[in-house]
């Protein structure tokens, strides 16, 4: 997606060589605009698809996933990192383990939002080592939905987790796939 | 606004007399076009104003932030409510107590993202006793920002937050006030 690789060209800040800061559109700043482009551009890979829920996890899945699930009129479910005093009971949960964060969450999401009726596509900013996808496919799974697939807004494509998953038969489409940050410089794939 | 006001009747929990649920479409789960709606509704009561900046706070305000800065064309930011590895120095910082959760957070925003510029419109999904608004309110001073008001989803106005900030002159709007819970009921105000 060019307006995706154009905006981390001027805004990325490559802050060593596997740590990318996009913390004025996506991370912490959003691009409202550019959230709507991208939530069109999941809509359109999967255009093949009848999906019935979005799944992404707190916090910046929230607003690409928001704008696909406007998109493609779909709910969307965000998996929380730790348990609230109103969510609690009825809940399938996993453990992510957050290597920029250096910690081990469980995330959890209620029974009452994904069932093995839903056909689900799931959404999250980043993929690197895909701890963070492996948990929510394992919650798809603990609710016997169908996972059509992956999305993911900047794939870190030199770490690994997107060709484990992908060995693993799951469709991931990336729209934007770094393939080296080194000396300071996002290259990308293709 | 009556489509919040029915979806409340309709989805929400009432758990106690002070605790709603609303994990169908706005904690949770959420629904788009509603969110949509409610972006559009904020961006009407507070047509009169330019906003160069929405802030809110992780993870429940994202959503509607993010739709009503795609409405009116303005980034969005939101409060981190504690510090990631790529999240460091340069920050505005505020505590935060959550009566929900039962704990003290500190919430941050960069220093990148918040100046004496900014015209803030400040979004949250809830206001009870203000504890989130207050922490904002005290980041956007701490940067010297304008706030032009608050922007909440659903208030419970049988709680004092929202009594207090207006008392100190903020203007807030609430799309749905909560006058009672009592008896497992939701009363509005009007």
Known sequence: ????????????????????????????????????????????????????????????????????????????????KRKSLTLSGNLYSSNVHSFTKNETSEISVSKDFLSEDDNVLIIDDFLANGEAVKGLLDIAEQAGANVVGVGIVIEKGFQQGGMLLREQGVRIESLANIKSLANGQVEFFD
Chains 1, 2 share one sequence.
């Not at 981390?8 to 605009?33: A, M, Y």
């Open 1 to 80: 997606m060019q307006l995706l690789k154009d905006k981390i060209i001027k805004e990325g800040k490559v802050l060593s060589d596997t740590v990318l800061k996009v913390d004025s559109f996506l991370n912490h700043q959003i691009d409202p605009l550019l959230m709507k482009e991208i939530g069109e551009e999941f809509a359109n890979r999967y255009s093949n698809e009848v999906i019935t829920k979005v799944l992404t996890i707190e916090s910046s899945g929230i607003a690409p996933a928001t704008m696909l699930g406007l998109t493609i009129g779909a709910p969307v479910v965000f998996a929380r």
